[in-house]
């Protein structure tokens, strides 16, 4: 079965520094999301993306925060400046049709700011 | 705002044993209900959902779901559980005005015990 790919599975970064996640959707699926999960808390939306444009962020998503889909197989995550609070599993997802129906999730990113 | 409670933060149970995972959510408008499954060192995964129609939702592999409006529940059933059915189980929702969002719960830790 097809599958969402994360790299890397885990990230450990110094604060302040910039980092980049990365996503391979599926292939043929058109709509692109970017979730996380600080432990002990619930996965909590951060963007979605549809037709090189985001389509909905919630407060979490600041100017700190980017998505882009470079070259029509990759799907990142950019955070520019990382704080403490940035630590959490990042999630990436990706789904043929909108409406959040059928999410096909990847294994995550966990992401350690130290 | 739309919400989603999930009680318990692990059920532990032996192999055989029914279960049942609970979920209740808050949403002012109308909502679709999904179950989210993720193994270990996996991704999540769409368990079941409740789009409209029926209320009784099943899965391929033995879960159902209930949604209740008049409880705001979508509580999880399996009559019987194995061992592979040892995961976080993720409730999840999404109203009719909050576009392709998902709010999840917290998870709920099923381990199922021989």
């Known amino acids: 079965e097809p599958e969402v790919t994360q790299t890397p599975s885990h990230q450990v970064t110094q604060m302040g520094q910039e980092v980049i996640l990365r996503c391979v959707p599926i292939s043929n699926h058109l709509y692109f999301y970017w979730y996380r999960q600080i432990l002990g808390q619930k996965v909590e939306f951060l963007v979605s993306?549809?037709?090189?444009?985001?389509?909905?962020k919630s407060e979490i998503f600041d100017d700190q925060f980017s998505v882009e889909r470079p070259d029509g197989s990759n799907f990142t995550l950019k955070i520019r400046s990382t704080k403490l609070e940035d630590s959490a599993m990042y999630f990436c997802?990706?789904?043929?049709?909108?409406?959040?129906?059928?999410?096909?999730f990847g294994s995550g990113t966990q992401l350690s700011v130290l | 705002a739309q919400s989603v409670t999930q009680l318990d933060s692990q059920v532990p149970v032996f192999e055989e044993a029914p279960v049942e995972l609970r979920c209740n959510y808050s949403s002012s408008v109308s909502v679709y209900l999904f179950w989210y499954v993720q193994y270990p060192n996996q991704g999540l995964q769409l368990l079941l959902k409740y789009l409209s129609g029926s209320t009784l939702v099943e899965s391929i592999n033995g879960f159902e779901a209930e949604f209740n409006k008049s409880q705001t529940s979508f509580h999880l059933r399996k009559p019987s559980v194995h061992i592979s059915d040892t995961a976080e189980y993720f409730c999840a929702v999404r109203s009719g005005s909050s576009g392709d969002k998902l709010t999840f719960g917290t998870g709920t830790r099923l381990a199922v015990r021989p």
């Open positions: 993306f549809y037709n090189n444009e985001i389509s909905e």
């Open positions: 997802a990706s789904s043929e049709r909108g409406g959040g129906e059928k999410l096909f």
